[in-house]
């Protein structure tokens, strides 16, 4: 597992679920994180992203522009999700073009002005990872590196898709924090802290003893949703 940072829990802290090249709703969550502090300012703020931040919708390289410059009111720290994977690891291995296409590739690479005609056929993803890489900005790449696949502020554990049960924190896999599902969802584990996360697409925010799921389907419903935690409050801001 890539290394994970250990924080204090700020005064508050943002969490916001999965964009999935929704660049759209991400402007309009940025102006709600503005709102919310000019309603009510604290001074010790962080803002978290978990991750999804490329495919299905069609605005993935828009995305990435704003994270990679922290839109926010407050300190930034985005996370690794399971798509963010696959477009890493498909600049490195175009043979994986035709998984990630059933996951919304197509749609990234269509954000960053690559032809996606023959990929539709299931062919030339050489030639579509080569057209990638030059069309790319560095910046881009950067922030791709940065990701960490998990954070731990205060009495919260921050990942993209969750933790399996039994395994301690710390020594959680990177395939597990980037895409476990049911052993996790179904589990009444006390995971030592409580799990903040995404990748489980779900009508409303879902808040459990262990687990908090914020992934509201963003790309299909136009309902992304952050996580305000507050000492021992939980609210969410929505846009809608």
């Known amino acids: 597992m890539r290394n994970t940072p250990l924080i204090p829990q700020p ?6 679920g999965d964009i999935h090249g929704r660049a ?3 402007d309009c969550m940025i102006d709600l994180l503005h709102r919310d502090l000019v309603k009510d300012p604290v001074d010790n703020c962080l803002t978290v992203t978990v991750g999804d931040y490329v495919d299905r919708g069609m605005k993935s390289r828009d995305v990435l522009d704003r994270l990679a410059a922290n839109p926010f ?11 963010e994977d696959l477009f890493e690891t498909f600049l490195q ?18 954000s960053y002005g690559v032809d996606v005609g023959p990929l539709m056929r299931g062919k030339d993803y050489e030639d579509a990872a080569d057209a990638l890489r030059s069309a790319v900005p560095q910046a881009h790449l950067d922030f791709l590196a940065s990701l960490h696949t998990a954070l731990s502020v205060g009495r919260y554990f ?4 969750g933790v399996r049960p039994g395994i301690p924190l710390a020594q959680q896999r990177e395939e597990d924090l980037l895409g476990i599902r049911e052993r996790f969802l179904n589990s009444n584990a006390n995971f030592g802290k ?11 925010p879902e808040i459990l003893p ?3 799921n914020i992934d509201t389907g963003a790309f299909m419903t136009g309902r992304l949703t952050c996580a305000v935690l507050e000492a021992e409050r939980v609210r969410f801001l929505t846009t809608v």
Do not use: M, Q
């Open 210 to 212: 262990n687990r908090i």
């Open 73 to 83: 009111p407050t300190a930034l720290v985005p996370l690794k999700g399971n798509h």
């Open 194 to 204: 409580i799990v903040v996360h995404g990748h489980t697409p779900i009508e409303t």
């Open 11 to 16: 005064d508050r802290l943002y969490v916001i």
């Open 24 to 26: 759209d709703l991400l």
């Open 93 to 110: 291995d175009p043979s994986i073009g035709g998984r990630w296409r059933r996951f919304g590739g197509l749609e990234t690479l269509h």
């Open 158 to 161: 921050l990942c993209h898709a």
